[in-house]
């Protein structure tokens, strides 16, 4: 069974620092996301991407993050001055055809801000 | 703001027995819908999805979507101790690029 590979799997920060969140989609998908899940609360919607580009964004997707395909198997997720409630986990996930198909999501990272 | 609903639960079910999830979304235009599982510090696992009103089996779990009231559910029968999770309700966006969650149900199924 193909998976999305996330990594770390657990990340501990100083409030301030930059964090890089790392994933590898399913080799033949397309469409790639990132949500967070705050301790206890839902799922939410970060960002999307396909064709190397940003095709959507949440508000919660601001200025401090960014994503990347850097090649043709990573997809990254930057946090550029972590804040203590950016503490959550992180799930990258992927499909074939976009949201209209489910999403198979990575294994996660938590990230803890200190 | 686009919204999903969910009862938090728990819902306590024996083994066995039927479990019955529901999920009410707002945003009129959306066409999919999905049930995912989520174990406690894991990811979502996508159950099945549907698109159209009626009913949809695919093993032990059945889910059924009516539109018009705008109303998705989640039957899962036969319920098993290693069914007890959290089953979250998603909804596609009917424009955008993304799925909005509910809260999900917690699922609690005693031996």
């Known amino acids: 069974e193909p998976e999305v590979t996330q990594t770390p799997s657990h990340q501990v920060t100083q409030m301030g620092q930059e964090v890089i969140l790392r994933c590898v989609p399913i080799?033949?998908?397309?469409?790639f996301y990132w949500y967070r899940q705050i301790l206890g609360q839902k799922v939410e919607f970060l960002v999307s991407?396909?064709?190397?580009?940003?095709?959507?964004k949440s508000e919660i997707f601001d200025d401090q993050f960014s994503v990347e395909r850097p090649d043709g198997s990573n997809f990254t997720l930057k946090i550029r001055s972590t804040k203590l409630e950016d503490s959550a986990m992180y799930f990258c996930?992927?499909?074939?055809?976009?949201?209209?198909?489910?999403?198979?999501f990575g294994s996660g990272t938590r990230l803890t801000v200190v | 703001q686009k919204e999903v609903e969910q009862n938090s639960g728990p819902l306590s079910v024996p083994e066995g027995a039927i479990a019955s999830l529901n999920c009410t979304y707002s945003?009129?235009?959306?066409?999919?819908f999905f049930w995912y599982r989520q174990y406690s510090g894991k990811s979502p696992e996508l159950i099945m999805f549907?698109?159209?009103?009626g009913d949809k089996e695919d093993g032990r779990f059945t889910a059924q979507l009516n539109k018009a009231s705008q109303y998705v559910s989640l039957l899962i029968r036969d319920s098993q101790p290693s069914d007890s999770a959290t089953y979250l309700c998603?909804?596609?966006?009917?424009?955008?690029?993304?799925?909005?969650f509910g809260g999900g149900t917690r699922v609690l199924v005693k031996p």
């Open positions: 996930a992927s499909s074939a055809f976009g949201q209209n198909y489910g999403y198979t």
């Open positions: 080799s033949n998908h397309l469409y």
């Open positions: 991407f396909y064709n190397n580009e940003i095709s959507e």
């Open positions: 945003d009129r235009g959306s066409q999919s």
């Open positions: 549907i698109y159209s009103n």
């Open positions: 998603a909804v596609n966006a009917a424009a955008g690029n993304k799925l909005t």
